[in-house]
């Protein structure tokens, strides 16, 4: 496969998998934002810290919903916002027709103009509808992919790419939010409350799998330990790093080699392993968060390296 | 007189039209209107669209579809057929001569300066034979109808034409919405052109390639406006789709950059411009294009499809001269007419054309795509003085024809069915052998009495059928 091909697949399913990471944020935001409290928690300045994008907020003051639709949604100049991603997604799966199927790219198609020129406040009304939206069309072409793609190794790249995006994310929302999950003894400023947690968990839409789990009750230990080594949850870093795990040893047979990648891979496999059953406290949840996201990164540069992208 | 392809000279539908007829009449124009609207919504999510240069607006536009298609006689066919492959051969035997010892030159035939001065003829492929001694692999031959024998060319395109997708496209599209109307086998299926084309590309690989060839189709990029067209048939020719920067060029032969290391590449289907291929040997200033690419070819370690100054054929001066090279190579007569056409660059030609250019077409001799041209009867007389203007300035950049009575095909109108002008692009294909799908490119003129049916212009595309008998 060319490797402009497998580049481009990578970072399609990469900028999908952001734009919909982002509404699942914006849910989030939405509901912490009408709960008690929430004026002093400034929860929707969080949801700008964990996309990367509190540079784009310049006024100053308190971050409101509008702001944070503009910037994160709206926005064509913000590389990251869902407009954006779902523009980047569609350049990137058209300069690869070949390798889509139809269904894939008419998913795709259909997707990147919907946020040409759209208002700002006609935006913060139909939000809840905006983001159902952009998630539907994230679902659409995943389901098309899953049926309907062959399984060379353009199908591993993209996989790849959107597992590291997804695992990105969690790490960041943790990185950002880590001081809510912190044991009871060391509360870094003030009393922490069931709304945070929760807020965490919703962020991830995985509040109802967090039942299935663990039972009703709500704990930093488990809410940490499902979010980074449940290998049952698909939005828990564990479970993308089997994904990656997988795809990747789906290369190295294809092309008989073993690259830096898989090493790194595998380092971080190793990481959350030994942070099971609360260990992970015990090292620390912030460096352990740091530590993955650094790893990850320097593995999806490996990967560029090792296919000649 | 204009010639009504669907109806006699009293009125009564002509036969081959007869099956179009029974079918407008049963579906009615309410239910064709609504099945128009069902396929415009198809083309737009499967993305066939083409882009404008120079127009602003939707960079991805799409080309108004027309349901109703154009029919051919297999008599009509046939003689297109052999007018279509003989005006191939002879244009590829006149590459070939123009690269070699420029026999029709030196018998007077055609004048030196026209070939050698000619923008499109390129120095640096005299003396070369490329494979097959097969220059333009691909011959697109623009047809105009104006009478029910009188078939005549308008222009040669024998760089890089584009459309055959639509022909695809809109066969697929009439065949899915209604298959009924296949059912009976009356139409000559065109869904081979893909692996006619692979075929033939193969066959002209270097001599030195004892594989099977790896061939790859080259394009621009996605920002291109053939760009779905490229992707289409890589697609449905298996191959890859590959852009300059995937390739590079390493002890004479062409390598492309794989996720598994350097793959060679035996066979270029090229959709770039011979500007713009290798800047070592042509535009040096070009961003696109492959370093060295034009070395390997001259060595034999590649073959570039359609060959480097290849557009030499197709220019709208050399056009002129096409008849005589039927004769001159192939001792024939030719089946497809020119068109009457006054250089501008001669003096009695540059006298004639002033004199009468609100009745005639005028053209740039290195304009393509009907950008540039004026159609005297339906301009303005400003617009006829300031074109005069420039003619005069640069007498030898412009040619001129007389304003046809292009034939009209039935096209779905507000209410009714309604007669528009319309043109034909087939698309033969020249390896070992020469293959042509029965049947092309209906381009129509979507407004009513216009002339020009370019899709840069408004003009629209119909399924064109070719009967079996």
Partial sequence: MLSRTAANLFWMARHLERAESTARLLTMGQRMAVLPGSAYRDEWRSVLRVTGCEPFHTKGGPVTEEDVVRILLLDPENPASIHSCLVRARANGRSVRTKLTQEMWEALNLSWRRFDGYGLSEACQELPALIDWVKTRASVFRGAAETGMLRHEGHDFMRIGGAIERAQMTLRLLDVKYYVLLPETDVVGGGRDHYQWTSVLHALSGIRAYHHVYGGVYSPAHISDFLMVNRAFPRSVAYCVDQMRWHLERLALEHGVLATCHKTVDEVFELLLDGQDGAIFQRGLHETVQQCLKLTNRMANEIAESYYF | ?469
């Fill in chain 2, 1 to 469: 007189m204009t010639f009504s392809e669907m109806h006699e000279q009293d009125g009564a539908i002509r036969s081959c039209y007869a099956e179009v007829k029974r079918w407008i009449d049963e579906t009615g124009i309410d239910g064709l209107k609504g099945r128009m609207e069902e396929a415009e919504a198809i083309f737009r999510r499967i993305g066939i669209t083409f882009a404008v240069y120079g127009e602003g607006g939707d960079p991805e536009r799409l080309i108004p579809f027309d349901l109703l298609p154009r029919v051919f006689s297999r008599l009509e066919w046939e003689r297109l057929d052999q007018g279509i492959r003989q005006r191939a051969q002879a244009l590829n035997a006149f590459l070939y001569d123009a690269y070699h010892r420029g026999e029709i030159l030196r018998a007077g035939l055609i004048p030196q300066d026209l070939v050698y001065q000619n923008e499109a003829f390129r120095p640096e492929m005299i003396g070369f034979d490329p494979p097959g001694r097969v220059y333009s692999h691909i011959v697109g031959i623009d047809i105009v109808r104006t009478g029910p024998d009188k078939f005549e060319v308008l222009e040669d395109n024998c760089r890089t034409p584009s459309g055959v997708s639509y022909m695809l496209e809109n066969r697929e599209i009439m065949t899915r919405m209604f298959p009924g109307l296949f059912s009976k086998g009356l139409v000559t299926p065109v869904d081979n052109y893909p692996a006619l084309l692979l075929r033939t590309l193969k066959e002209v690989a270097p001599p030195a390639c004892k594989r099977d060839p790896v061939v790859v189709l080259l394009t621009p990029g996605s920002l291109n406006s053939a760009y779905y067209e490229h992707s289409f048939l890589a697609d449905l020719m298996g191959i890859e789709l590959v852009e300059p920067v995937d390739l590079f060029v390493d002890n004479d032969r062409v390598w492309m950059k794989t996720t598994a290391g350097p793959r060679a590449v035996d066979v270029i289907y090229r959709r770039i411009d011979d500007d713009y291929l290798d800047p070592l040997a042509f535009r040096p200033d070009s961003l696109l294009g492959v370093p060295g690419l034009f070395h390997a070819y001259r060595a034999g370690g590649v073959t570039l499809c359609s060959a480097p100054g290849a557009g030499l054929a197709d220019d709208k001066a050399i056009y002129v001269y096409v008849p005589e090279m039927i004769r001159f190579y192939l001792g024939e007569e030719p089946i497809l007419s020119n068109i009457p056409t006054w250089q501008c660059g001669t003096e009695a030609g540059l006298a004639y054309v002033l004199e009468h250019l609100g009745e005639l077409v005028a053209k740039e001799v290195h304009g393509s795509g009907g950008y540039g041209m004026l159609i005297g009867p339906q301009a303005s007389p400003e617009a006829v003085a300031a074109y005069a203007d420039r003619i005069r300035a640069n007498p030898g950049g412009f040619i001129a024809q007389p304003t046809l009575a292009l034939s009209t095909v039935p096209t779905l109108g507000v209410s009714t069915v309604v007669q528009r002008h319309a043109d034909f692009r087939p698309f033969c294909l020249v390896g070992k052998q020469m293959r042509l799908v029965a049947g092309g490119l209906t381009r129509v003129a979507l407004t009513e009495g216009s002339l020009v049916v370019n899709s840069s212009q408004g003009g629209g595309v119909k399924d064109t059928w070719v009967l079996r008998d």
